[in-house]
């Protein structure tokens, strides 16, 4: 049995020593005018500064030069200065310094001359975000520096966390084999999206069958895995193959398993030990050819203890565990994510697509409860809302298991903007008032009479 529910500080060689590392790492998470352009990460733990500055594609440059070990990282965003900002590294502390840029740096939406950096602190230059994050555990065999473009950002298993890239890689090894695979996780962390890639690497020729134990009452478990012939029970007019079949040759993926009738367990258990299945009112068994994915966000063992679940069962279930991580724990991915959810959409938005830094910002910030599938009802609104523009603030709408609203407080239902909301916006602009016109899709003299009334001078937000 293979097991990756640990994170990666748990793997070690035979002579027990560690495989990873505590890492430092500056992420670059998205680009406001290029929000479908992926995401990049660079480790920054011997590095003594990182000088951020515009250039004519995504790129990092290590250098080393009196001593000094630097970075030079570009993004392609005409709001950021030519050397916009720098990070240093002062004993055991990251500190930012905006470089007499243009359009300023923030940090949280508050912009800065010169502060530490906390972790995971969502700085903006320009159009692009960035942020930091602390020992990251990573195996000895990760680059240096991975950006992941937009040709990539949908590709699957894409992701920024080192530990992360770690597991998937075993996940498509094990994917190649016939080996049953058991995924843990959060109600809507992508189950399924997993379950379908294995199935894809896998080259099986059959089809991939999905099926939601929970929804499996213990009178129709059994007719509705296993089949059934004509006349076998009340109402049968006639024969029914039953997911097992439908899935030979191809991938059964069974959802929520600890929730499957425990009545209907042992005739599962013959099916994965025999690869037979006898179909109810019949007694020739038919062999079949299937790969089983189950996946559950419950503790099988604690069910197994408690006499909900058989331990031979799950023992059949258990030979690669691999526990996905909730969205909030892979924030870094997010524009990879956006990516993929975007590439899936029929008609999907041209590259014009673009986002307002307070938008993106708001993304990172927010704990997404609902994971992955709350994240993509998210993202489908946005689209719908902005028409496949420019998306807003206003756009956003979280789930109903999020205990913030999306809505800024300051916008009125008639769509006026708000002081706080107009001081945010003009200061995320650097003053420009045409810029806050693009984004709140008003004309700039619509914003001036605004300013006007709410008293606000652009001027006090300009560099």
Request: charged share 25%; proline share 4%; net charge positive.
């Amino acid at each position: 049995m293979v097991r990756l529910d640990q994170t990666s500080r748990d793997y070690r060689d035979a002579a027990g020593a560690a495989k990873v590392s505590s890492q430092d790492y500056l992420f670059v998470l998205l680009e406001c005018n290029r929000p479908l352009a992926g995401a990049a990460r660079h480790a920054i733990t011997d590095v003594d500064e990182v000088v951020i500055g515009r250039g004519d594609e995504r790129a990092v440059r290590r250098e080393t030069r009196n001593g000094v070990r630097r970075i030079v990282l570009t993004v392609p965003d005409r709001m950021v200065s030519s050397t916009h900002a720098r990070i240093l590294r002062k004993k055991q502390e990251l500190w930012i310094e905006d470089l007499d840029s243009t359009n300023g740096v923030f940090v949280d939406g508050v912009r800065v001359t010169r502060r530490q950096l906390e972790r995971r602190a969502v700085v903006e230059c320009g159009r692009t975000l960035f942020c930091v994050d602390r020992d990251l555990p990573t195996p000895y065999e990760a680059p240096q520096d991975v950006d992941i473009g937009s040709c990539d950002a949908s590709r699957d298993f894409a992701t920024l966390v080192p530990a992360l890239c770690r597991d998937w890689e075993a996940v498509r090894r094990v994917a190649r084999s016939s080996a049953s695979l058991l995924f843990l996780a959060e109600t809507g962390a992508g189950k399924e999206v997993a379950a379908r890639i294995v199935h894809q690497t896998s080259a099986r020729k059959g089809a991939f069958i999905a099926v939601n134990c929970g929804a499996l009452t213990s009178s129709l478990a059994e007719a509705l895995l296993f089949g059934h012939v004509r006349g076998a029970f009340s109402g049968a007019h006639r024969d029914a193959l039953g997911f097992v079949r439908e899935s030979n040759g191809g991938t059964l993926f069974l959802d929520e398993i600890g929730d499957l009738p425990l009545s209907s367990q042992p005739a599962l258990l013959r099916v994965l030990q025999e690869r037979e299945v006898i179909p109810i009112g019949s007694s020739r068994s038919i062999t079949v050819d299937l790969r089983v994915i189950a996946a559950t966000h419950r503790s099988l063992p604690q069910l197994a203890a408690q006499g909900h679940f058989r331990p031979d069962l799950l023992a059949r279930l258990d030979g690669f565990t691999f526990t996905l991580p909730p969205l909030r724990e892979r924030l870094f991915d997010l524009a990879l994510v956006l990516s993929s959810i975007v590439g899936r959409q029929e008609g999907r938005p041209s590259a014009e697509l673009r986002m307002a830094p307070d938008a993106a910002r708001t993304l990172y910030q927010h704990t997404w409860p609902g994971n992955i599938r709350e994240f993509e009802q998210c993202v489908l609104r946005a689209l719908t809302l902005s028409e496949g523009d420019m998306i807003l603030r206003e756009h956003l709408a979280f789930g109903i298991l999020s205990s913030s609203p999306a809505m800024p407080a300051s916008r009125t239902a008639q769509g006026r903007v708000g002081s706080q909301d107009l001081c945010d916006r003009l200061r995320a602009n650097a003053g420009n008032v045409a810029a806050v016109a693009r984004e709140t899709g008003k004309a700039p003299l619509q914003v001036r009479r605004w300013m006007k009334k709410l008293g606000i001078d652009p001027n006090d937000y300009r560099s």
